[in-house]
């Protein structure tokens, strides 16, 4: 039978599909129909009246029908839905007490490899959807999913409170487009990014309370991650997080107020930032998505501007000013 999934006996599934088929009759009737005797399909007919399957009419003797199909048994599916969710809930609690109580009996579990492309992706999503008070992390290529697909993810965490710190790698910002349809909005809703020119790797921290990170940048290196628990490991992690974000350059989230006369505009901004952070024309002008002719035009128009001969100049120029 196909509904004992629903937690349907085989009897009592005879009994609705018979029941479906033969609306408005009663128990002595659709008994002769299935074979059965009278009582046990008035009682199996009791039961699906209790779970919405069936509708008892007045009269005597009573009368049954079958709930429409398509109402009724969803119905039962989203039931059953709803406790395998609280069933994987509690899986979840369960795990996070066996590692916590593995990691003090075991310290060498505090570091769990994970070798599945599925049990990385779902460490991931459990990391973030965790977090309680902040998410910090180093974004850097190679990628496994595009950069931006958790973009909605991200935002409704934001605006539950959890705070976002995201240190971006010089090839991170200038993946095409990546400026305007992922960086900018994320900042937008209150992430906090800055930019080096070189990560040392790929991480992603919870609260302070886990980590992760691949086991490689290589080709294939994706598809095995550490997955760092609460130990001196993850406090070296934060350390070396907390180290990158002082050195970081600051991104411009391209929502400051409109500018003084003798101050730059959001683009300038935008572009001050990138040339600090050591882009080439070409990462500049993909980033912001501007052609390399106007990117180098503007380059040359701001040092103009700050008197500045070459780029590093310019940049510590802009610094001085407090353009940065």
């Known amino acids: 039978m196909k509904l004992d999934v629903l937690g349907l006996t085989d009897e009592t599934e005879a009994v609705y599909s018979a029941l479906v088929g033969k609306p408005r009759c009663t128990a002595s009737e659709l008994a002769e129909t299935c074979g059965m005797a009278a009582a046990s399909v008035g009682r199996l007919l009791s039961a699906l009246v209790k779970d919405g399957l069936a509708i008892r009419s007045a009269g005597r003797p009573p009368r049954f029908s079958a709930t429409v199909p398509d109402v009724a ?45 599925d049990d990385i992706s779902s460490a991931v999503g459990r990391l973030t959807a965790d977090a309680r008070s902040e998410i910090r992390a180093f974004d850097r290529p190679p990628y496994v999913d595009r950069p931006g697909s958790n973009l909605d993810l991200q935002i409704q965490r934001q605006r539950r409170g959890v705070d976002h710190r995201v240190i971006y790698s010089r090839e991170a910002v200038a993946w095409p487009g990546r400026m305007t349809s992922d960086i900018g909005p994320s900042m937008r809703a209150g992430e906090q990014a800055r930019v080096r020119p070189e990560l040392p790797l790929k991480l992603v921290i919870s609260d302070d309370r886990a980590a992760i990170i691949p086991f490689s940048l290589a080709a294939g290196g994706q598809s095995a991650a550490y997955l760092i628990q609460q130990s001196p490991m993850l406090v070296a992690l934060e350390s070396l997080f907390e180290a990158e974000w002082e050195r970081a350059v600051a991104l411009t989230d391209g929502l400051e107020p409109e500018a003084a006369p003798d101050e730059p505009d959001v683009e300038t901004r935008q572009l001050l930032t990138l040339l600090a952070s050591g882009l ?29 001969s070459t780029r590093f100049q310019a940049s510590l120029t802009a610094a001085r000013r407090g353009w940065l």
């Not at 052609?291 to 500045?308: P, V, Y």
């Open 73 to 117: 048994v969803a119905a039962l599916i989203d039931e059953q839905q709803h406790r395998l969710d609280a069933a994987r809930s509690v899986v979840h609690q369960l795990m996070e007490t066996y590692r916590e109580a593995a990691r003090i009996t075991h310290p060498e579990l505090a570091v769990e490899l994970l070798t599945d492309r």
């Open 280 to 308: 080439t024309d070409a990462a500049i002008a993909r980033s912001l998505g501007w052609s390399e002719r106007t990117t180098q035009r503007r380059i040359h128009r701001l040092m103009q501007q700050l008197g500045a």
